[in-house]
């Protein structure tokens, strides 16, 4: 099973930026879905995008779309969030998930928090 461990988190001020990272211990095969999920104070966790590792294409919720970019790098099995523009409603845990053929598996997580 893949293991995932997040980084890049902190403070950021509004209108900042910050790229998190996924490093996974495992090979990424053609058959994953990388995600970014995060969890707000007192709130659901929520999905915020993925990638098809094998693609490269990408989908995202409507509340980050042109402001958060994900990417990967298949050589270092990593994926990165690009956030942009970031706004204090942004301030959560962010989680990477690996979906795979046969399992999925969650990093534990990274805090992000955007400051007014």
């Known amino acids: 099973q893949v293991q995932l461990v997040e980084s890049g988190g902190g403070l950021v001020q509004a209108g900042g930026s910050l790229r998190l990272s996924c490093a996974a211990s495992g090979r990424i095969s053609s058959g994953y879905i990388m995600g970014w999920f995060r969890r707000a104070p007192g709130r659901e966790r929520a999905f915020v995008g993925i990638?098809?590792?094998?693609?490269?294409?990408?989908d995202y919720a409507d509340s980050v779309k042109g402001r958060f970019t994900i990417s990967r790098d298949n050589a270092k099995n990593t994926m990165y969030l690009q956030m942009n523009s970031l706004k204090p409603e942004d301030t959560a845990i962010y989680y990477c998930k690996a979906d795979g053929p046969y399992s999925n598996s969650w990093g534990q997580g990274t805090q992000v928090t955007v400051s007014s």
């Open positions: 990638i098809n590792w094998s693609s490269g294409s990408t």
